[in-house]
């Protein structure tokens, strides 16, 4: 990051007093201020649970030029687009009135009565997923399909298996645009992409998580 850069970030923060308002606790995430170049990031703070792997990201993007709030669950993240900007002042305005907000979104879960995508893939009452192990091949049952994670771009996470301990993990997708499911790997953070688990259907779905999943499990880990 260049030095005129730095030297803007830092006057920013110096003429407001926001950062030092921030409270230590917002719905039991706690406040880490890092104020410090993370890659080609420029972090201001985070809100963490680190017993439940959460986090939101608040930061500054060298390569857009953006001020940006990103969320993780687990070892996935992901961008909210509605804080985009380059304007400094609208970006801590809209922290101000957004901040609890988007902390909520990780505390809650889904509503799995009015969300259209899982009310119509009937993922809550979807059998195969309760005999789903806690464990498996030293992956713990991170996101169930009663309970899915919505992304961006259309998609939702239904199935994870995590270990954080190796930074790897596996990930069933749904996507309401292509009207699919589709399987991904982390290994140590580098995404993997599996084709054995494409599928149409939750019965299709069901059929290749039986023949494949604790194999994928076994590749990730012995990678």
């Known amino acids: 990051m260049k030095a005129d850069t730095k030297n803007k ?3 920013e923060i110096e003429a407001t007093n926001f950062f030092n308002e921030l409270p230590e606790e917002i719905r039991g995430y706690t406040l880490t201020k890092i104020f410090d170049e993370r890659g080609d990031k420029f ?9 439940a792997h959460r986090a939101v990201i608040v930061y500054f993007h060298n390569e857009t030029a953006e001020y940006k709030v990103r969320l993780k669950i687990g070892l996935t993240e992901f961008c ?27 505390t809650e879960r889904i509503d799995t009565e009015n969300d259209l995508f899982v009310g119509e893939k009937h993922l809550g009452g979807w059998t195969y997923a309760k005999t789903l192990p806690k464990n498996l091949e030293g992956f713990e049952l991170f996101i169930t399909p009663d309970n899915p994670v919505k992304i961006t771009n259309g998609s939702y996470i239904i ?15 749904y996507n309401i645009f292509t009207d699919s499911y589709s399987g991904e790997s982390r290994i140590k953070l580098v995404p993997r992409v599996s084709y054995l688990f494409d599928a149409k259907n939750l ?21």
């Open 9 to 11: 970030l830092a006057a």
């Open 80 to 106: 909210l687009t509605n804080f985009f900007t380059r304007n400094f002042d609208k970006f801590i305005n809209t922290l101000k009135a957004k901040l609890d907000a988007v902390i909520k979104i990780l």
């Open 43 to 51: 972090i201001y703070f985070t809100y963490a649970d680190e017993n």
């Open 159 to 173: 199935l994870n298996y995590s270990n954080f301990e190796n930074q790897s993990d596996f990930t069933i997708f």
């Open 203 to 223: 019965d299709e779905l069901q059929i290749k998580l039986k023949q494949n999943l604790a194999a994928e499990l076994q590749s990730i880990r012995n990678f």
